[in-house]
């Protein structure tokens, strides 16, 4: 083989290590997020149906400590948040999903340890059908890969991409600069942010509900 040839062999063969490694972060990271949401989502079923049985005891057997009718209007709209997660829950299927893309990172894993020059057309092939089948990960996934990526080589995913300084050779950093330049970074970690607080502000409603029944009876029997 001469050498011309030989390199352009292991570029291709680098590069596809390269996409596979960026797309086991990929599916690592779709894995963690519908955990989560699967996480969530049972938790508040779980929560929220505990706080409506509570609502109703305290209501019946401790009527001089809570404010029935206001208590009556808050357990109807939280019943109405416990029925939209069901309905979520059901539909959106995550383990599932989840045990789809344990399925794919596991084929890929083979693929990477199997890459060979020899076979790199054939292992392309199969890496190719197993994306095809497996669900597309979203912009937040990759953006997470791209922060991991960041951490590791020592860059502020925050920083301007014209403030990211990379030397010539540095081909890690090129690669990183290039990713944070193909994606909106603050418009994802607005989004990550958002959802967060959406999580906090579920878990924290109905305690919030709970101590403002208590606090509106003892201010009608001030009054």
Request: with cysteine; proline share 1%; glycine share 2%.
């Amino acid at each position: 083989m001469d050498n011309k040839k030989y390199v352009n062999e292991y570029s291709s063969l680098e590069k596809w290590k390269d996409i596979c490694e960026v797309t086991l972060s990929n599916y690592a990271n779709m894995k963690k997020r519908l955990t989560r949401r699967e996480t969530t989502s049972n938790f508040v079923l779980i929560y929220y149906s505990i706080a409506l049985i509570i609502f109703t005891l305290t209501n019946k057997y401790y009527p001089e400590i809570f404010n029935g009718r206001l208590s009556e209007y808050f357990s109807l709209i939280l019943s109405v948040i416990l029925l939209v997660y069901s309905l979520i829950n059901k539909n959106a299927r995550y383990s599932e999903r989840i045990g789809k893309v344990e399925e794919s990172m596991n084929a890929i894993k083979t693929i990477k340890r199997h890459l060979k020059s020899e076979n790199l057309e054939e292992q392309i092939e199969i890496y190719n059908n197993i994306v095809d089948k497996t669900e597309m990960r979203s912009d937040v996934d990759f953006f997470n890969t791209i922060k991991s990526h960041c951490k590791r080589n020592d860059i502020k995913w925050y920083s301007f991409i014209e403030k990211i300084s990379v030397e010539e050779n540095d081909k890690e950093k090129k690669k990183i600069k290039g990713y944070l330049s193909e994606i909106d970074r603050f418009h994802e970690q607005t989004g990550i942010i958002f959802q967060e607080f959406c999580d906090f502000s579920l878990i924290i409603i109905p305690a919030l509900v709970f101590v403002l029944c208590v606090i509106e009876s003892f201010v009608k029997v001030q009054a």
